[in-house]
């Protein structure tokens, strides 16, 4: 039987090659942090697997705006960017999967 990916690999997998291996101790970080704060909106264990592909997503969209952090948008050529607050999001996402005290 095939050994399950950690939640770190999974992230790496999906950042495919915006990864870069200098930022690396930026995603575990991410992931201490969100995991905490999707366990607490959720009333789920730190490592209920449900968790995952909120916490998944939420360390890829943090990873991907280093360097703008604080700014709610960004303009580069003729492209803008408008960037949502990850904190929030992940809190949102994981009511559909909160456990009732």
Known sequence: MEDEKTLKQLIIEQLNINYDADKDKFIDGFID???QIASDKSNRKKDDKKLIPYVKNAVVQAYNRLGDEGYASSTEGSQSYTF???EE???????DIRLLP
């Open 33 to 35: 942090d969100y995991i």
């Open 84 to 86: 949502i607050d990850i």
């Open 89 to 95: 999001k992940l809190a949102k996402d994981v009511r």
